[in-house]
């Protein structure tokens, strides 16, 4: 089998990891926290990064107003059928073998995957800013929007927002996708020249 069809196929169902791994990790760290408090997203759930972490959070979000985690949301129930779709997508070229259809599978995974980044942006701004009124502590102007990406400071807790193992495959079938791209023009070239000759 050529490389680059190899590292289509290869690329393409390194997405299926994210089934099982989490895509995305928020991690709050304050003083009366020690160990931290993370939760875990995964394409189906939230989940606590350690046992009672989900709970903490719930209790700090009730006494500043904001709402408990969700456990379900209509992308946990979306995401599973894209990420099967393009795998299976993605399988289909890579036995194709068309350098095109590659660069299309990557360009519609990066057009997905900025979807997708937009909308856990909304999710986060709509949590962080829609607050109950009768919340036993206020700060006013306050808001508890966590960072899309990188640390941000919110009041004394520090919060960080960052790909988990499962982001980091996604981002690497990607490119492996990508890689297929180009290496698939130096296959033609070689095929020509050993036409040529």
Known sequence: MKKSKLLMLTGSLLLLSLFVLPLWNITLEAPQYPSSLGIDIYIT???????????????????VGMDKLPEQMKEFELFPIVVIVMVILGVIIGFIGKKKLFLTWFVAMSI??????????????EYGHNLNPKAPIQFPGQAYQPPLIGTKTILNFKAHSYPRSGGYL????????????????????????????
């Open 112 to 125: 997905l995957g900025s979807i997708g980044m937009y909308d856990f942006y909304l999710w986060e701004y």
């Open 170 to 197: 996604l981002f690497l079938g990607m490119f492996m996708s990508l890689g297929a791209f180009y290496v698939a023009i130096k296959e033609e070239e070689a095929e020509s020249k050993n036409a040529a000759t």
């Open 45 to 63: 759930k939230m989940q606590g990064h350690n046992e009672g972490d989900i709970q903490n959070i719930n209790i700090m979000n009730h006494y």
